[in-house]
C-alpha cells in the first residue's frame, strides 16, 4: 500500500526524475515500476521542452512588440518635427532691419525700452511690407520682447520666432539662412502695418504688354465681320432713338394742348366766381336761391 501510494504521488505531481532517483526506483520497484518512471521521465522532459518553447515565443513576441512600438515613437516624433518646421528668415528682412537700424542707431544701442521700440518699428514695417508678422512676449502678462520678430504658423497661436539682435555687440544677428524657432507656448502681441522707410512706388503700375503677332487674313476678315454687325446694331439702335424722340416731342405737343385748355378751364371758373360773388352780395328775395347762373326760384327781383 505504501508503495502504490508513492506511486501515486509522483504521477499526480510529475517533475523532472534525477538519474539517482531512477535507479533507486528501478531497484525498488522492478520492471514495471521502471516502466513507469521511463514514462514519467519522457512526459517531464516533453512538458519542460514545451514550457521552454512557449516562454521563447512570448519572448519574441514581447520583444517585436517593442520594437514596433519604438519605430512608430519615432516616426510621430519624426513627422511633428516635420510639421513645425519654421522657414528661414526673409532677405527683404535683413534689409528692412539694417535701414531701421541705420535710421535710429540711438534705439540699437539703447535700453530695453528703446530696443522694444526698434523691434515694433521692424515687425511694423514687415507687417506691412509681408503682412502677418507680429511681436511676441513669454506671457500675457510679460513685456514684449526685446528683439523677437514672430510671424504666426497657420494663423496662430503657435509661431516661428528669430530674435534680431545681439544683445551684446547689438549687431543683426540673423540673415537669409536663419531657420526660425517652432514655439507654441509664448504670447503672440498685437501688431499694425506701418511704413516706417517711407517706401515709395516706382516703375510702371501695370506689366509691359508683349508684342503682338501682326494679323492673319482669317483673323482680318472675322473682325470685318464684326465691325459690320456692331454697325447695323448701332444703325438700329439710332433709329429706334429717333422714334423715340419723335414720340416724345408729338407728346410734348399734346401736354402744352392739355396745358392750354386747362388754363382756358380755369379762366372760366375763375369768372364764374366772380359773377357768384356779385350775386352773393346782392340782397336775395323770399324764395329765391343764388347759382352761377343767376338767381332761381319762384321769386320776383326788383
Not at 516502466?35 to 514550457?51: K, P, T, V, Y
Not at 545681439?166 to 511704413?195: C, F, H, S, W
Amino acid at each position: 500500500m505504501k508503495r502504490d501510494r508513492a506511486i501515486h504521488t509522483r504521477q499526480q505531481y510529475p517533475a523532472v526524475p534525477r538519474r539517482r532517483d531512477v535507479r533507486v526506483g528501478r531497484n525498488r520497484l522492478g520492471a514495471r515500476a521502471d516502466r513507469d518512471w521511463r514514462g514519467l521521465e519522457r512526459h517531464s522532459l516533453r512538458n519542460h521542452a514545451a514550457a521552454g518553447a512557449g516562454r521563447t515565443g512570448r519572448t519574441e513576441t514581447m520583444r517585436l512588440r517593442h520594437y514596433v512600438l519604438a519605430m512608430l515613437l519615432v516616426i510621430s516624433s519624426t513627422l511633428s518635427a516635420s510639421a513645425q518646421t519654421c522657414p528661414m528668415f526673409p532677405t527683404r528682412g535683413e534689409q528692412i532691419i539694417d535701414q531701421l537700424v541705420a535710421k535710429h542707431p540711438a534705439l540699437a544701442q539703447g535700453d530695453d525700452v528703446q530696443r522694444r521700440l526698434l523691434t515694433r518699428y521692424i515687425a511694423e514695417q514687415m507687417r506691412y511690407e509681408f503682412g502677418n508678422w507680429s511681436m511676441k512676449a513669454a506671457d500675457k502678462t510679460r513685456p514684449q520682447s526685446k528683439d523677437s520678430l514672430a510671424l504666426p504658423v497657420n494663423g496662430g497661436p503657435a509661431f516661428c520666432n528669430w530674435d534680431w539682435q545681439n544683445g551684446t555687440t547689438r549687431k543683426r544677428a540673423i540673415d537669409r539662412n536663419t531657420e526660425g524657432e517652432y514655439l507654441d507656448d509664448q504670447y503672440l502681441l498685437p501688431t499694425m502695418a506701418v511704413d516706417h522707410l517711407g517706401l515709395i512706388v516706382t516703375g510702371p503700375l501695370v506689366p509691359t504688354q508683349p508684342t503682338l503677332p501682326p494679323p492673319t487674313d482669317a483673323v482680318i476678315e472675322s473682325l470685318k465681320v464684326q465691325v459690320e454687325i456692331l454697325r447695323s446694331e448701332l444703325q438700329q439702335a439710332q433709329a429706334t432713338v429717333a422714334e423715340a424722340a419723335a414720340g416724345l416731342r408729338a407728346l410734348t405737343v399734346e401736354v402744352q394742348a392739355q396745358r392750354a385748355a386747362l388754363d382756358s378751364m380755369n379762366a372760366v371758373l375763375i369768372e364764374q366766381q366772380g359773377l357768384v360773388g356779385q350775386l352773393q352780395s346782392r340782397p336775395v328775395p323770399t324764395g329765391c336761391r343764388v347759382s352761377l347762373f343767376g338767381i332761381r326760384g319762384n321769386c320776383e327781383v326788383n
